[in-house]
């Protein structure tokens, strides 16, 4: 079946999300989600373990359907446009992504099959502009030399490179990365986190939701937090309006203190030295 080819709507958010809900076997996961993502914001997402971080990202990359509520994705309301051709507007990287590639695909085949939202390079037909525009990415997220390496033979930190070119790879209008240093030692975390303040502050690069549970992975350049907590929105907003240790303590359920320098923040538990997220 052919896919209809969509564009995003001029001047329209990246993401609207209205009264979205999920509920699973009974339990209610997201309730009365109202979220906007404009062009070119740099979003984190933070709560709990649990809280519906992940679910909410599946929903807002249209690979979960709510409940209830309305989901708008570049202009383009999900149930009335073809959810197949609005996903390649999308770039999302996330553990589960890694999980479903084919563990000896190249890193070029990783990237240039994002170009269809796909996992296998047979589903497709692909030329040399592709591959041309896949070494691009992969050479912007400082892995070009790997391109033709299997992707499995990779370090952690080299394979999170890989999937982050290839959220890249169709010139995407909003980015989803889900607990992208997860795994990673602190070493490979911070030079992650490197990369993605340096995306951050492309001007021409798309907007962007990050997802995690430890301030200290909040990229430099990061504008705008959403707190979730027991499944609804605590608070959003700028996040140096939003993004405080009272704010924070509510969101996980502990007295935790908050500080912010060389453009990192960093937080730790009000009682003792042991900082939060060790």
Not at 82 to 89: A, T
Not at 175 to 194: C, H, I, K, M, S
Not at 213 to 240: C, Y
Request: some cysteine; glycine content about 12%; charged content about 25%.
């Amino acid at each position: 079946m052919a896919v209809t080819a969509v564009e995003p709507v001029p001047g329209a958010p990246a993401l609207i999300l209205e009264d979205v809900g999920l509920t699973r076997d009974g339990r209610s996961i997201l309730r009365n989600i109202d979220w906007t993502v404009e062009a070119g914001q740099r979003w984190v997402v933070l709560g709990r373990n649990g809280c519906g971080k992940s679910s909410l990202i599946r929903i807002g990359s249209l690979y979960l359907h709510p409940s209830n509520g309305s989901v708008r994705l570049l202009g383009h309301e999900l149930g009335r446009t073809d959810v197949r051709s609005l996903r390649r507007l999308v770039g999302v990287a996330s553990n589960g992504m890694a999980d479903m590639l084919r563990s000896d695909l190249t890193p070029i085949d990783v990237v240039m099959t994002a170009k269809n939202a796909a996992l296998e390079p047979w589903w497709h037909s692909y030329d040399d502009a592709d591959r041309a525009r896949a070494l691009e990415c992969l050479e912007r997220m400082g892995v070009g030399g790997f391109a033709e390496r299997s992707f499995v033979s990779m370090s952690s930190g080299e394979r999170q490179r890989v999937l982050l070119a290839r959220t890249l790879m169709p010139r995407p209008g909003i980015v989803f990365l889900d607990e992208p240093t997860a795994g990673l030692d602190l070493a490979g975390r911070e030079d992650l986190v490197g990369a993605l303040g340096d995306l951050a502050g492309d001007v021409d690069a798309p907007a962007t939701v990050l997802v995690t549970h430890n301030v200290e992975e909040i990229p430099a350049g990061f504008t705008h937090v959403l707190l979730i907590a027991d499944g609804g929105v605590q608070r959003s907003g700028r996040i140096e309006e939003v993004l405080s240790a009272e704010e924070l303590s509510r969101c996980f359920g502990t007295p935790l203190e908050l500080e912010h320098r060389h453009g990192r923040w960093w937080a730790w538990a009000s009682r003792g030295t042991i900082r939060h997220g060790q």
